[in-house]
């Protein structure tokens, strides 16, 4: 998954998740996603964290055919220019892994 960066007010996210359980009925998602382009940072610098709505024209979710475990539904997301405001960022722009593991 990748951001365009920071456009001023907000981020703009493409890219793909995988195994994420009950996505088609959430109303907030959390994406941990590349802010900073590979080649300027250094192992898990330059991710940034988000919590924000799933904007379902931007977002679409299928499901996972499982052989087992069907209690728990389980989904892939594939992200296209979803719009994320400054706001909904968690922690400090590149730092979103840290954040993700200390809170």
Do not use: W
């Not at 195994?19 to 991710?47: D, H, W, Y």
């Not at 706001?87 to 200390?102: A, H, I, L, N, W």
């Amino acid at each position: 998954m990748q951001s365009e960066g920071g456009k001023g007010d907000h981020y703009v996210v493409h890219g793909q998740k995988v195994f994420i359980s009950t996505a088609q009925v959430a109303n907030k998602i959390m994406l941990l996603t590349r802010t900073t382009p590979i080649e300027e940072c250094k192992g898990t610098e330059g991710l940034s964290l988000f919590y924000c709505d799933p904007d379902r024209s931007r977002v679409e979710v299928r499901e996972i055919e499982k052989m087992g475990r069907k209690c728990v539904d389980t989904n892939q997301l594939f992200i296209d220019g979803l719009r994320i405001p400054v706001q909904d960022r968690v922690g400090d722009e590149g730092k979103g892994f840290r954040t993700s593991c200390t809170g």
